[in-house]
């Protein structure tokens, strides 16, 4: 638990302040995820969608984590509205890494994120 604990506050941290550094050199870039999307669609949903779907799985062990008092503060980059579709998820994603080429330098991860926030911010409590 306290090393999927420590996975999940690395990859939040790093996109808390999503596309505004390089997270590291494991994941794709943005260009090379862009040169994915333009070359085959499916494998640019697949990626995006995958990327979501881990970002989620952390974001719930944070939340569970401070369920029970474990973590004194959470915060998520974005927040999306029930009923929301993967495809809808997608697209967005997608378009924000068209529409910023200059953050397309940047890790394709916090590209995806800093989209995501873009259009579905966490409102204030």
Known sequence: MKKIFTLA???LSCCVTAAEFKISN???SGN???EICDRSEPECFSYI???VDG???AFTVFLDAQKRKNVSLVITPYCLPEGVTRQKVFEVAK???YDNPGRREFDAASNIVAGLAKVYPCSKP
């Open 26 to 28: 494991v994941g794709l």
């Open 9 to 11: 506050l690395l990859v």
């Open 55 to 57: 970002f989620e799985v």
């Open 32 to 34: 090379e995820l862009k």
């Open 95 to 97: 378009q924000y890494l």
């Open 49 to 51: 969608i995958g990327a």
